[in-house]
């Protein structure tokens, strides 16, 4: 028998093997991609020793996706052929003779010639060759050629690892820029977008670098899941291909034993997201010690060989940045602080850093669970995190990762990585539902609520997944986490009504007549109130923007601000006057008495807690901090209690500040009662005699208030995350006939309030009451002026008021 007739037999056993290991018996999976892998070795090895005869110094060396160990059903054969440098002829006769059989069996087949020399060249200069010599395998001939080469690769690699892992980042970003997130795809490639296959190698080819590694756990498990995919798929279409089109999905779904295609998206989008999660942690960890690497000289050349640890700045209680990631302080103890994970999650939003990945795992691991129902600054930290803008998306993604998400909202699961088969939505619904929050954020400024509108965005599609309409499915169960989560009987009950209506709007506008007085009654009684239409005006416009472009136009957008304008009037009544001002506690009349008598500031801090939980008996969660203070009206009062609390880190929650009669008996000048819930930003809360103080002088005017901050902003920068809506402020029209009502909605920071009661002081206003409310991270106040003579403003001196107050807040 011929050496042709050899090979011939060889390859018609080997075709046999394969056909019957693909088709008969073998267990799927990783097995099966091991058995192929295994098979074709011995194929080819005993396909090079007949072919290589007596030559010497040659090699067969699988590399790529084949030198990893596995082989999918339809995988290009990955090969080289390395040799020492003989004879042209000889070696490029050896090749044919290995090559053709390959392709005889139709095969898809990736091969080369090369000496170690050769090969080590074409990976300095093709990064592609370069990763697929990372997983160089021996297959046949000269072992010590091939251990010598995979030796001198990795190597290389290591050495020019900080100038090879940016050049592979950015070919990872163009490939993700060309093919799409894979976990959002209806027809995604598997192998090439974001989060798929290639990603996988790259994750792999940084960890041979040892300059950085990737998260581990759940890596391997994602990435045999997308490889089992694609056995099936390439099993069910017959084809080497990568993209999991419609048309295949059902019969892919019912290979691997899934229910549906949808069951088969959502598995294949848990694998890409945890693929995408690593790289982000992997690549930012990369950029950290690139970074390192090139300040390091230079700071030792500073500090006389002294080793640098990274600066620790404090950014909330439990939380602070390091080396650009927000982590835990050396004193937090999730254990005993339930609150800390929403706590740290927020404060890195809104600074738009990312969560330390090691910070977010120990979180997940020894976090305390949140009672039901939640404390009122759990709930603030949340609608502080959606708030946040575009940075919402990364951190809400790190807690996902831990699996912290349906942790806090356990009905998140169903929506969890759920396909959308509508060509219109571009995201999974869980990512549509974060995209929307992000949307509402640049929205705030146009409603009374910020908060309602931000946890509507959150909620409105909760109830995809379930059978029949998903608007009324959603409503029980946004009323159930809006109990949950602390909010009050009334505040249920338009969240409920937001979710249950939120197409309401857009449906009307788009297919029903605006001019019929029945269309605009029915979406009148279906709202309620002037307040619900505002918020289901934003939410409509929000979760629009977020569906994809073809779901918002400026037609769509007119029609619907035509609709809430209509349904505005037919709900619109007589305004409510200015608050009635509570009955006065003994406690506020004794710091009125005592403020009077003594001319100068009286005050009070005292805890409030909410009530014991069943969760946890006897242990009230602190709500903050109220202080009362009683001042002898005179100008200045607001800016400058304002203007010391800031100084003292305190966060104002809420304010009141209205005259008190002082009570029968005692007679004399009037008095301001203020009545503000505060807490500290980080660290103790401030000693009240020091707080009296720092309000004695700067109501004296001895105390530079504006100066102290500039200084401390100087001397500890604030990080900014992504800009924030700019202020909004307007003249609330009819809304007393007492004062005239200003209104101002801004992103909430240290010392707003101290620049906006010095505004209205340099405008010579007198502040009859002010209402001040923070929600999350947005401020929403009403302040009740008169001018000197007592007599609300004129239309146009208040307007030209709002106007100077929105510039002066907006610089």
């Not at 440098?85 to 010639?113: C, K, S």
């Not at 192998?191 to 190698?201: F, H, S």
């Not at 694609?230 to 899934?258: K, M, S, W």
């Not at 706590?343 to 990312?354: I, K, S, T, V, Y």
Request: aromatic share 4%; net charge negative; charged share 25%.
């Amino acid at each position: 028998m011929t050496g042709a007739d050899v090979r011939g037999e060889a390859e018609k056993g080997y075709a046999a093997a394969r056909l019957r290991l693909l088709t008969e018996g073998t267990p799927s999976g990783k097995p099966r991609r091991t058995a192929l892998a295994e098979l074709t070795d011995g194929w080819l090895a005993e396909l090079f020793t007949a072919a290589a005869g007596r030559l010497r110094g040659v090699a067969l060396v699988a590399v790529g996706g084949y030198g990893h160990g596995e082989l999918s059903p339809r995988s290009d054969l990955d090969l080289l052929l390395l040799h020492h440098g003989g004879d042209p002829e000889e070696i490029a006769a050896l090749a044919d003779r290995l090559w053709y059989p390959v392709w005889d069996l139709g095969l898809a087949l990736d091969h080369a010639v090369r000496t170690p020399a050769e090969a080590r060249r074409a990976a300095r200069e093709d990064l592609k060759v370069q990763l697929g010599l990372l997983d160089a395998r021996h297959l046949a001939g000269d072992l010590g050629l091939t251990t010598a080469l995979r030796t001198a690769i990795l190597a290389d690699w290591r050495n020019q690892a900080p100038g090879r892992l940016p050049e592979l980042r950015d070919l990872c970003a163009e490939r993700a820029e060309r093919q799409g997130e894979l976990r959002y795809l209806l027809e995604p490639d598997l192998k090439e977008a974001r989060g798929g296959l290639r990603d996988a190698t790259a994750l792999r080819a940084v960890a041979a670098s040892w300059l950085a590694d990737a998260p581990r756990e759940g890596l391997a498990d994602a990435r045999r899941r997308l490889l089992d995919v694609r056995d099936v798929l390439h099993l069910t279409t017959g084809r080497a291909t990568d993209r999991l089109a419609l048309q295949d999905q059902d019969q892919v779904a019912a290979e691997l034993g899934l229910p549906d295609a949808d069951a088969l998206l959502r598995q294949v989008y848990e694998a890409a997201r945890v693929l995408s999660y690593a790289g982000d942690v992997t690549w930012r960890e990369v950029g950290r010690v690139l970074r390192s690497r090139a300040v390091r000289p230079r700071l030792r050349a500073l500090l006389g060989g002294g080793k640098q640890v990274a600066e620790r700045t404090p950014l909330a209680e439990g939380v602070v940045e390091q080396d650009g990631e927000v982590g835990l302080a050396r004193t937090a103890r999730p254990e005993h602080d339930p609150v800390l994970p929403l706590r740290a999650a927020a404060a890195a939003a809104q600074a738009g850093l990312p969560l330390s990945p090691h910070a977010v795992r120990h979180l997940a691991a020894t976090a305390r669970p949140l009672p039901t129902p939640w404390p009122a600054e759990a709930r603030e930290q949340l609608v502080t995190l959606l708030g946040s803008g575009r940075p919402t998306v990364e951190v809400w993604e790190a807690l996902e990762a831990e699996g912290l998400i349906t942790r806090l909202l356990p009905d998140w699961e169903r929506v969890r990585c759920r396909p959308q088969r509508n060509a219109v939505h571009r995201w999974t619904v869980d990512r549509h539902l974060i995209e929307t929050a992000v949307r509402a954020s640049a929205l705030t400024r146009r409603v009374g609520r910020p908060d309602l509108l931000l946890v509507a965005a959150l909620l409105h599609d909760i109830g995809k997944g379930r059978p029949g309409d998903h608007c009324a499915a959603g409503e029980p169960i946004a009323a159930e986490v809006a109990g949950r989560i602390g909010l009050d009987p009334a505040d249920t009950r338009v969240l409920a009504t937001l979710v249950r209506h939120h197409l309401l709007l857009v449906r009307t506008a788009t297919r029903r007549d605006l001019d019929d007085p029945a269309t605009v009654r029915a979406v009148a009684e279906a709202v309620g109130t002037q307040s619900t239409l505002e918020l289901l005006h934003a939410l409509t416009e929000a979760d629009a923007l977020a569906t994809g472009p073809a779901a918002w136009s400026s037609w769509r957008g007119s029609l619907v601000t035509d609709l809430v304008g209509r349904v505005r009037a037919v709900l619109a009544g007589d305004m409510p006057d200015e608050p009635e001002p509570a009955t006065p506690t003994a406690e506020q009349e004794r710091l009125a008495i005592e403020a009077f008598r003594t001319g100068g500031p009286a005050l009070a801090l005292r805890a409030r807690t909410e009530p014991p939980v069943e969760e946890h008996p006897g242990e009230p969660e602190p709500l903050g901090v109220e202080l009362l203070i009683a001042v002898p009206d005179q100008p200045g009062v607001l800016p400058s209690v304002a203007g010391v609390l800031a100084t003292h880190r305190l966060t104002v929650r809420t304010a009141e500040l209205r005259p008190l009669d002082l009570p029968d008996g005692v007679e004399g000048g009037s008095v301001l009662l203020l009545d503000w819930r505060v807490a500290a930003e980080y660290g103790a809360l401030p000693q009240a005699a020091r707080l009296r103080a720092d309000l004695v002088r700067a109501l004296d005017g001895s105390l530079d208030i504006g100066g102290r901050l500039a200084e401390r902003d100087a001397a500890y920068p604030r990080r900014h995350g992504v800009a924030a809506p700019p202020p909004r402020v307007t003249v609330a029209p009819a809304a007393s006939r007492h004062a005239t009502v200003i209104e101002v909605r801004a992103q909430d920071a240290p010392g707003l309030l101290f620049r906006i009661g010095r505004a209205l002081e340099d405008a010579k206003l007198r502040v009859r009451s002010a209402h001040v409310s923070t929600l999350g991270a947005n401020a929403v106040d009403a302040f009740y002026v008169t001018g000197p003579a007592g007599d609300p403003l004129p239309d146009q001196e208040a307007a030209s008021v709002a106007r100077r107050l929105e510039e002066a807040l907006r610089t």
